[in-house]
């Protein structure tokens, strides 16, 4: 097969719906995707890592790489700015790697406006009771921010029109397998598909007319 540019998926979901857990399972199954690590201005959770979870920057650094246009796309979020470097994204889809972002609901809205092909993802809680419980249970944030988390996820969850696939997060493992199945249909795309074939057959076509 003609070796093709990348395919961008964007999973977003509200807050505590276990977007990360889904996707950090997802990355120990797979060795085809490549993550984009995101860049922050929110603090450094225990247990996490710079370079690894985020890159963690500074107000004034952040404001700089917007200045640049170094960002796919970022978002204030309960008052942090995240965003996704496009250079890295850029790179990867180019040489054929399918990239996977993990981003709250208006940076993915940013995603959708200027970027084509990419594959929206919407991760959903098989509840709002359930959501609640999961932002409470998670302990790392004072009762202040899990209201505020809770008021964003319920606004986040109106957005689901906008997107191409919504997963329901009743099992880690069964949202992941859905997720392997998207991307694995969306290789199998006829417009894909085609397209390489097209090319194939041109190929084929110019060859026989140069012998
Ligand atoms: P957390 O602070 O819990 O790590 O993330 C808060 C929210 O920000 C989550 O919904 C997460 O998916 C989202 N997020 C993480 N990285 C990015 C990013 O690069 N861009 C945008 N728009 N949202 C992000």
Redesign the pocket.
């Known amino acids: 097969m003609v070796d093709e540019k990348g395919i961008l998926f964007i999973l977003s979901g509200p807050?505590g719906v276990g977007?990360g857990t889904v996707r950090k399972k997802l990355f120990e199954c797979t060795q085809d995707l490549m993550y984009s690590i995101?860049m922050?201005t929110?603090d450094k959770r225990q247990g996490e890592v710079d370079g690894v979870d985020y890159f963690y920057k500074t107000r004034e650094e952040f404001e700089s790489l917007i200045e640049q246009n170094a960002l796919l796309?970022?978002?204030e979020?309960v008052n942090n700015l995240?965003?996704?470097p496009r250079e890295y994204v850029d790179n990867m889809l180019e040489a054929g790697h399918d990239v996977f972002l993990?981003?709250?609901v208006?940076?993915a809205m940013q995603v959708k406006e200027n970027f084509q092909g990419g594959v929206f993802i919407f991760l959903i809680p098989p509840s709002l009771e359930e959501l609640k419980n999961r932002i409470v249970n998670r302990g790392t944030e004072s009762n202040d921010l899990v209201l505020n988390r809770l008021k964003e996820a319920t606004n986040e969850i109106k957005m689901m029109d906008a997107y191409d696939y919504v997963v329901v997060n009743d099992d880690i493992d069964s949202a992941v397998d859905k997720i392997k199945s998207i991307i694995k249909s969306e290789h199998c795309k006829r417009e894909r598909v085609a397209k390489q074939y097209k090319q194939l057959l041109e190929g084929e076509h110019d060859a026989r007319t140069i012998n």
Request: negative net charge; without cysteine; hydrophobic residues 10%.
């Open positions: 807050s977007k995101s922050t929110r796309e970022y978002a979020y995240y965003g996704t993990e981003i709250e208006q940076g």
